[in-house]
């Protein structure tokens, strides 16, 4: 049942890559500035983000309001045992004349973290716009894969066909022939994987993008970087470093504030009764009183927070100083692997045209009956196999030069 299983496999193999070829004259053409955009008005991630500033904001505006008077309108109705009912409708006001400048200093860190939040979320941008590459791109490699591997096929289909008629008339071995068809299958195999993974690379395009169609994307042009130095001093002023200079900032500023908790506060208030059932005299209209708190003993309330904050505001410092480390370090790292893939991409065009050389050679040896086909065959599947790679390292060589722009914080633009 295993070898009736395996001879059908072998049977539909080619009728399923038939059905399978690959074409992008259907897809959507898309570039990469615009696969950036869609993702960017797509994603939830960075509507939440959003939504969470707005949350921030409307703190920001709750700390503000303690700076302006409040007023109430209010209406009482009390009875007590052996007295008669009492009504008062009055008008009240109360402002804080001065809380310790406590006030003050939380309106400044709530602005802080407001600023550290939309800074956040600039950076979650620029997170997204290179996922959204890495994702154009891996689906732009897959695509010339395919490409190549069917090249490869056909390359391999032509050879076979050769030895077939030469091993009719007695002129090549049998044997060359299997091994040419071996070697057919495992390209077949190769492909089927190629095209499964483009099928991969596909639907995480359309997901990032919002698209519900095959896309076809276009080669993004390869920058070539500027001086290593020009890109660290940069990378210092990345939004999310800057996030987290304002995340200090906060730290400070409530640090500041938890060091007046014991500082006295002063309020004044005043009411007016245009309803006052019964009044002792017509002409108590109005109240007002100004009021000093002085604190003394909290219980140790007040130390307590001023060193949680001074905790919060030291964790804040070396949160700053790992980022900073951090930024410099993704830069250089980038550097290099941008560097090191521009190496490997020339040596691989180098091993192009010497391969393509090979084959010619091969070719013009073989009709002089110095090699054989499956020499032919094999440098021939030379050129296919670094042609693959060379299209490979290319990809990557446009994907290290995106990571270090990301890195420095630059912003990408194709």
Not at 57 to 70: C, G, K, M, T, V
Not at 254 to 259: G, I, K, P, V
Request: aromatic share 6%; proline share 3%; charged share 25%.
């Amino acid at each position: 049942m295993r070898h009736l299983a395996a001879f059908a496999l072998l049977v539909l193999l080619p009728g399923a890559l038939s059905a399978q070829e690959f074409s992008t004259a259907a897809m959507r053409p898309i570039a990469l500035s615009e696969a950036c955009m869609l993702a960017l008005a797509k994603s939830e991630q960075l509507a939440r983000q959003s939504e969470g500033i707005k949350q921030l904001e409307a703190a920001e505006q709750l700390i503000n309001s303690a700076f302006r008077p409040a007023f109430d309108l209010n209406a009482v109705q009390s009875k007590q045992q052996n007295s008669a009912s009492a009504t008062k409708g009055y008008l009240s006001g109360s402002y804080s004349l001065f809380s310790g400048m406590r006030d003050y200093i939380s309106a400044k860190a709530a602005s802080a973290r407001t600023g550290a939040a939309k800074l956040d979320l600039d950076r979650a941008r620029q997170q997204l716009y290179l996922g959204t590459a890495r994702a154009y791109l891996n689906l732009l490699a897959a695509q010339r894969e395919l490409f190549i591997r069917r090249e490869q096929l056909d390359v391999t289909k032509k050879r076979i066909a050769e030895l077939e008629a030469r091993a009719d008339i007695g002129r090549s071995r049998k044997s060359e022939t299997i091994a040419a068809k071996t070697q057919l299958a495992q390209d077949k195999a190769a492909y089927l994987s190629a095209a499964a993974a483009e099928r991969l690379a596909q639907q995480t395009l359309m997901f990032l993008t919002g698209l519900d169609k095959d896309l076809a994307p276009d080669s993004p042009p390869l920058r070539q970087p500027g001086a290593l130095e020009a890109y660290l001093k940069t990378a210092i002023l990345r939004p999310d470093l800057a996030a987290r200079r304002s995340s200090l900032e906060a730290s400070g500023h409530t640090l500041n504030a938890q060091d007046r908790n014991l500082w006295p506060t002063v309020t004044l208030s005043a009411d007016y009764y245009p309803v006052r059932r019964p009044m002792s005299a017509p002409e108590n209209r109005w109240d007002a009183a100004l009021a000093l708190n002085v604190p003394l003993y909290n219980g140790g309330a007040a130390q307590a927070r001023r060193q949680s904050a001074y905790a919060d505001k030291r964790a804040a410092e070396l949160e700053v100083q790992l980022a900073e480390r951090q930024a410099l370090m993704e830069v250089r790292s980038a550097y290099d692997e941008f560097k090191y893939t521009s190496f490997q991409t020339a040596s691989l065009e180098e091993a192009m045209a010497l391969a393509t050389d090979n084959a010619r050679c091969q070719a013009e040896d073989y009709k002089l009956g110095l090699v054989t086909n499956l020499d032919v065959l094999s440098s021939l599947n030379t050129v296919q196999q670094t042609r693959l790679t060379l299209s490979q390292a290319r990809v990557q060589e446009i994907w290290t030069m995106l990571k270090l722009e990301t890195a420095a914080g630059v912003e990408i633009k194709q």
